[in-house]
């Protein structure tokens, strides 16, 4: 049964001071590592990160520009922001939120300073890629401003001068009413993780002095009473090629670093909760799964690798086999060829009998002609002897004797001549036959020389998909893993975004460029956004 409670009058002023809890709120100032750092711990904390805010240009005097007029509405915001020193007020503003800030990001670009106010040299691609053209009125005093580089130990006494200021003004009060003021005491790296070797960055010699310049100022926070030092681990500070914002660089550590990081912002923040090691377990073991994970794809990918050489080498296999099958067709078409010849040759000792036979017929056709005039003249002896044969009967015996040898010599011809016919017959269908074989021989060399061109041109395609099939290997080969690792690095960075809250829906209403392309919001953030320093658009990154 639900009870109905009444509250009387006395009771509500004690019942309102009962608040559910909430979230602490932070201020940050400096550059992309305390946006990393705090962009993950949005589930605990409610931050605003001023991005290349420094303590100069927070904590020096305001000036009002004259001629300071630009079409880039980014850049005069940021101008803006430097010379009425708008952070500084926002500072003032919340009087109960926790400051977190770092030295280390001042080195990233230089200052200008105008009599005695400092401002960031804002003509700087790290700001935009178009910022470094923009050129200043001469008239302004932008133009007389002079340049400080923050490599210069006079930077560091302006540092210096303006954090005293800073404490004393502001830090030292929060202190004492128990709000925390937390110092990001880092280096930058110096060398880079690349292919499982540390390897020193190029300007290795220029970090290090800038790491000296950093260790400087780490005593001299120190020497402020109630500024907690959270240093990060000297041995996670090491770059690589998935360093979140854009890859290696000094001033983007790998990402064991920015967790180490959270986890001691975490106890720093909420002191006696442990929050810290609750944390480093939970990333700890979400890494652990991921290279499980990880480890799958590589071995299926190796499992394909594998598979793509077993067929590279059965397409050598053919390929060789067909360079064996062309070259006994190129043996084979060689021996075509010479039987041909041969084949050629016999045809023209045929045809040179054949002209003998033509020229024999005719001495045949001319002896039966000399043969005729013979039994002509034999018939008108014969007609002769008869009209004598009373006459002469003594001699008839030996003219039939001389006839019959005649009549002999007769048939010879003929059969001579009978002869010399079935020699002519003989000799065409013997032309004939060699017609009709040197045109089966001409057909069987147009097949011959169809299938070796046929071959040719699978050869050539076979050694074009080896060709094909190789090359695309041995550049796998070459920079699988590093591919492999970079695709991975945008596959996590994108979940830790989405984690993070990242709308993207007002990322893509915001670039309509993005938009326009039909890119993945989250992708394209991951991969150009964060390096073309496009606004992150759940975060109140106030400028």
């Known amino acids: 049964m639900n009870r109905l409670v009444v509250i009387e ?14 979230k602490k709120s932070i201020l940050t100032i400096g550059g992309c590592n305390s946006l990393e750092v705090f962009n993950q711990l949005v589930d605990v904390i409610e ?18 520009l004259q001629h300071a007029e630009f079409e880039s509405e980014e850049f005069s915001r940021l101008l803006n922001r430097e010379a009425s020193k708008i952070v500084y007020k926002r500072i003032i503003e919340a009087p109960n939120s926790i400051i977190v800030f770092e030295a280390a990001s001042d080195f990233v670009t230089g200052v200008l300073k105008i009599d005695d106010t400092i401002i960031s040299d804002i003509r700087n691609e790290i700001f935009n890629a178009s910022f470094k053209d923009i050129v200043f009125n001469e008239n302004s005093q932008l133009s007389r401003a002079k340049f400080i580089s ?10 210096k001068h303006y954090f005293d200021l800073f404490y004393q003004n502001i830090l030292k009060e929060r202190i004492r009413r128990g709000v925390s003021v937390l110092f990001l005491s880092r280096r930058c790296c110096t060398t880079e993780l690349k292919d499982g070797e540390f390897v020193p960055l190029p300007n290795a010699r220029i970090i290090s002095a800038r790491n000296r310049i950093l260790d400087e100022i780490d005593a001299f926070i120190s020497c402020y009473e109630g500024v907690k030092v959270v240093k990060s681990e000297l041995s996670l500070e090491f770059t690589s090629d998935d360093a979140p914002w854009g890859g290696p660089w000094e001033f983007h550590p790998q990402h064991a670093y ?52 077993s067929s590279v080498a059965q397409i050598r296999v053919e390929r060789d086999l067909l360079v064996e099958t062309s070259a006994l067709a190129q043996v084979d078409r060689a021996a075509l060829e010479q039987k041909l010849q041969v084949t050629e040759f016999e045809i023209e000792q045929l045809r040179r009998d054949r002209d003998i036979a033509d020229i024999t017929k005719g001495n045949l056709q001319q002896e039966l002609d000399i043969a005729r005039g013979h039994i002509k003249d034999v018939q008108n002896a014969l007609e002769a002897v008869q009209a004598e044969k009373a006459a002469v009967q003594l001699d008839l015996e030996s003219i039939r004797g001389d006839r019959d040898t005649l009549s002999q010599r007769l048939e010879e ?18 032309l004939l036959s060699q017609a009709n074989l040197i045109e089966e021989h001409a057909n069987l060399n147009l097949r011959i020389s169809g299938e070796i061109s046929y071959l040719r041109d699978h050869l050539s395609s076979i050694d074009a998909a080896f060709h094909f099939a190789s090359t695309r290997y041995s550049e796998r080969s070459n ?25 993207e829906d007002i990322y893509l209403e915001e670039n309509s460029d993005v938009r326009d392309s039909g890119m993945n ?4 953030y991951v991969m150009f956004g964060m390096r073309e320093r ?4 759940t975060v109140r990154c106030r400028i």
Request: net charge neutral.
């Open 9 to 22: 009058d006395h009771e509500i002023e004690a019942f309102s001071e009962v608040r559910a809890p909430a």
């Open 479 to 503: 920079g699988l893993l590093h591919r492999l690792a970079r695709r991975i690095a945008i596959f996590f960075d994108s979940i830790q975004l989405r984690k993070s809250g990242f709308s």
């Open 150 to 159: 923050t490599d210069s130990q006079f930077y560091w006494d302006n540092w």
């Open 534 to 537: 496009r606004r992150f658009p």
């Open 521 to 524: 919001a989250l992708t394209h």
């Open 413 to 430: 011809m003929a059969i001579a001549v009978q002869g010399s016919g079935d020699l002519s017959d003989s000799l065409r269908e013997e």
């Open 47 to 64: 931050f605003t990160h001023f991005w290349r805010a420094a303590v100069p240009t927070v904590m020096s005097p305001p000036i009002e």
């Open 258 to 309: 920015y967790a180490d990081l959270r986890a001691k912002f975490l106890d720093a923040v909420f002191p006696e909760q442990k929050r810290g090691a609750k944390y480093l377990a939970n990333w700890i073991a979400e890494i652990t799964q991921s290279l499980s994970k990880t480890k799958a794809v590589l071995n299926r990918i190796e499992l394909e690798a594998l598979e793509a050489i």
